[in-house]
């Protein structure tokens, strides 16, 4: 082999390890760019997005935006519908999410009741219950529903998380601030599966830990490291219908997916800001038809794509 092709080899060896490492990757004929969303009506740019949401009954994508004070709405095909703001009671949203009755709920930066919006109906709020004498006030972050319509929701402040029955009614907290089984270091954001198990997503302490539907530790996967199977700063997960999970890692730029137990099985993402490629991602969702959607605070924009074959699961990837 001559020089320049060993300088060729290694070259495209360095960009395969940049673009997912050992991983099999995701992008190659399974998912395909569909168009992205970077304002509201052509003049009004994302700031600093935080959080998006789906309403598959409505086929509606939510979007919150920090700095813009705002939750804006687009049809899924990313079409601008109606934007929610201060005139609304929107301040600083930071959490999103959507039941099965398109109830939308959202949760603001500086703590305070998480906000309640039947579609059509006139918004209310949800507090948190207290966290025990030397717990902090609660602050609620990111928000999931199961398909019972009961609402997770995560207290920054006191490493738990919260859960209501439909009727919004407090049922139990999971958690607590520290290091041992069923605590959390720096606790992101959470996701129930279809059989009720609730997964639960660390930035720094075991990545994910999974309960079942009455908030008993059930197991962990996951670690943090440089492996391609390893998470480095993980923001957001979600769980598809085949109960796989997918993690957002935002500083490689990258979702990871894992079977429910924990498997590794494909990372999608290749750093760069052009279509298809992901800039900082923060969270993402996956409709049941298969359309992903991917929100890049580094790119300031929300990506959607297609998953082709949805219905099927993805395997394990090869060493």
Not at 33 to 41: G, K, L, T, V
Not at 114 to 143: C, D, I, S
Request: proline share 5%; with cysteine.
């Amino acid at each position: 082999m001559t020089t320049t092709a060993r300088m060729m080899t290694g070259l495209v060896l360095a960009l395969a390890l940049l673009a997912g490492g050992a991983g099999r990757a995701a992008d190659a004929g399974r998912i395909a760019f569909r168009y992205a969303i970077r304002d509201f009506q052509g003049h009004e740019r994302f700031q600093d997005p935080t959080a998006l949401a789906l309403d598959t009954k409505k086929g509606l994508l939510y979007v919150a935006d920090r700095a813009a004070g705002t939750v804006f709405v687009y049809s899924t095909l990313g079409i601008a519908r109606t934007r929610l703001d201060d005139k609304d009671g929107v301040k600083a949203p930071i959490g999103l999410a959507v039941d099965r009755r398109s109830t939308l709920y959202i949760s603001e930066d500086d703590g305070g009741p998480v906000q309640v919006l039947p579609f059509n109906g006139t918004m209310t709020t949800l507090a948190l219950p207290a966290a025990g004498e030397k717990g902090l006030p609660p602050k609620p972050g990111r928000l999931a529903t199961d398909r019972d319509d009961n609402l997770y929701v995560v207290d920054r402040a006191n490493g738990r998380v919260c859960v209501f029955d439909r009727a919004q009614k407090f049922k139990y907290a999971v958690g607590s601030l520290g290091d041992k089984e069923g605590q959390f270091k720096e606790l992101q954001d959470i996701a129930v599966d279809r059989q009720g198990r609730l997964y639960a997503l660390d930035a720094t302490g075991p990545a994910v830990q999974v309960f079942d539907g009455k908030g008993h530790y059930l197991y962990t996967f996951g670690t943090h490291g440089e492996a391609p199977e390893q998470l480095s700063f993980p923001t957001a997960l979600f769980i598809d219908r085949q109960d796989q999970v997918w993690i957002v890692d935002r500083p490689r730029h990258a979702l990871k997916v894992y079977d429910r137990m924990g498997t590794f099985l494909l990372t999608f993402g290749t750093y760069g800001q052009g279509e298809g490629e992901l800039f900082h991602p923060l969270d993402a969702a996956l409709d049941d038809t298969g359309h992903l959607f991917v929100l890049e605070v580094g790119a300031l924009r929300v990506q959607a794509f297609t998953v082709t074959r949805p219905f099927e699961p993805f395997t394990p990837s090869m060493p």
